[in-house]
């Protein structure tokens, strides 16, 4: 069973920078393609970035991108996302997501397969 930590939330101020680990682990054939995604108060859960479980080209959503940047730590076995420019508008709820199947476009919350328990993020003045 792949299990998903997430780590490296915290309470920042505007203009700060934060970087978010993924711990990825129990994974036995392949390796998962990895999404970020967040939860805003009072929001629906959004797609924020995604990386294939083979590297190669990344995905963002509009609103994050030019701002954060998903990548992997083959050493450590995580899939970090480096955040710039934080503003209040990301204070959310952060959480990693791992699938198998990639019939589905990588913003479709129901493709995913696994998921972490999430770490706040709080971008305050």
């Known amino acids: 069973q792949v299990h998903l930590v997430e780590s490296g939330g915290g309470a920042v101020q505007p203009g700060s920078s934060l970087k978010l680990s993924c711990e990825v682990s129990?994974?036995?054939?392949?390796?998962?393609?990895i999404g970020w995604f967040r939860q805003g108060p009072g929001k629906e859960r959004e797609p924020l970035a995604f990386l294939y479980a083979g590297g190669g080209p990344t995905y963002y959503a509009a609103s994050v991108k030019g701002r954060f940047t998903i990548s992997r730590d083959n050493v450590k076995k995580t899939v970090n996302l480096q955040m710039n420019r934080l503003t209040p508008e990301d204070t959310a709820i952060y959480y990693c997501?791992?699938?198998?199947?990639?019939?589905?476009?990588?913003?479709?919350?129901?493709?995913?397969?696994?998921w972490g328990q999430g770490t706040q993020v709080t971008v305050g003045s």
């Open positions: 129990g994974y036995t054939d392949s390796y998962p393609d």
């Open positions: 997501a791992g699938r198998k199947s990639r019939v589905q476009n990588w913003t479709s919350l129901d493709s995913y397969d696994y």
